[in-house]
């Protein structure tokens, strides 16, 4: 009987420490963004355009830390660079807002850095250079990072590489004629907030 009894103490005790660690790895936050963006692929089985020239993103979002190790993200960036064809660069810019969700995986250390790695979906809405009709397309999306929360103020930096792959493909206008699917990147250095949720 006893032993039973000693079980049944010792699991409530666990329970009531593990209760209040378990609401601190549960928290919401806000994270804004800038840096550097350039596409890694070519437009054309040619090889002669492409959106290589570095251009700049910023955007923000929100994440959802369900526990310890997993937080649902959400985010939005808006992106520019300039279209280069044959080596030279065009004037032809193209701005891209991409919007997606994902699921991050981070590893919080006992030195306040957290690296973490994410995968998820969305889409890309194109705003073209001229008097064409904006277009949206499906995009994947993927990246890395490490953050560091200065202690006891929620407050975070981080650095981050962010990626997406879409299909370019049934534009107008300087992009008429293009059809191969992307891969585009940006790199980025940001700050967060942290709000604990219980």
Same mark, same amino acid.
Request: proline content about 3%.
């Given at each position: @009987?006893?032993?039973?009894?000693? +079980? =049944? ?5 666990? @329970?009531?420490?593990?209760?209040? +660690? ?11 963004? /800038? ?10 089985? !040619? ?5 290589? *020239? ?5 955007? %923000? %979002? ?5 526990? #310890? ?9 808006? !992106?520019? $660079?300039?279209?280069? &064809? /044959? ?6 810019? =193209? #701005? #891209? ?7 991050? @995986? ?24 001229? $008097?064409?009709? $904006? *277009? /949206? *397309? ?6 890395? %990072? ?21 299909? +370019? &493909?049934?534009? $107008?206008? !300087? ?12 790199? /980025?250095?940001? =700050? ?7």
């Amino acid at each position: @009987m006893w032993q039973r009894q000693t +079980l =049944l103490v010792a699991l409530a005790a666990g @329970m009531t420490f593990a209760a209040p +660690l378990a609401a601190q790895d549960r928290a919401i936050t806000l994270f804004a963004r /800038s840096g550097g963006f350039q596409a890694l692929t070519e437009l054309n089985d !040619a090889g002669t355009a492409d959106f290589k *020239k570095v251009g700049f993103n910023v955007g %923000g %979002g929100v994440g959802v830390q369900v526990q #310890r190790y997993i937080t649902l993200r959400g985010d939005f960036t808006f !992106a520019e $660079n300039e279209l280069r &064809s /044959s080596d030279v660069f065009t004037g032809d810019k =193209l #701005r #891209r807002y991409f919007y997606d969700a994902a699921v991050q @995986m981070q590893y919080p250390s006992a030195t306040g850095l957290t690296p973490y790695a994410f995968a998820g979906a969305g889409g890309v809405t194109f705003d073209q250079p001229g $008097n064409v009709k $904006n *277009k /949206s *397309k499906f995009a994947g999306t993927f990246g890395l %990072g490490v953050g560091y929360e200065l202690p006891q103020t929620g407050i975070g930096l981080f650095i981050e590489g962010k990626g997406w792959v879409y299909d +370019l &493909s049934k534009l $107008n206008g !300087a992009l008429a004629g293009y059809d191969k699917s992307q891969v585009e990147l940006g790199w /980025s250095a940001g =700050l967060s907030y942290r709000i604990p949720i219980s």
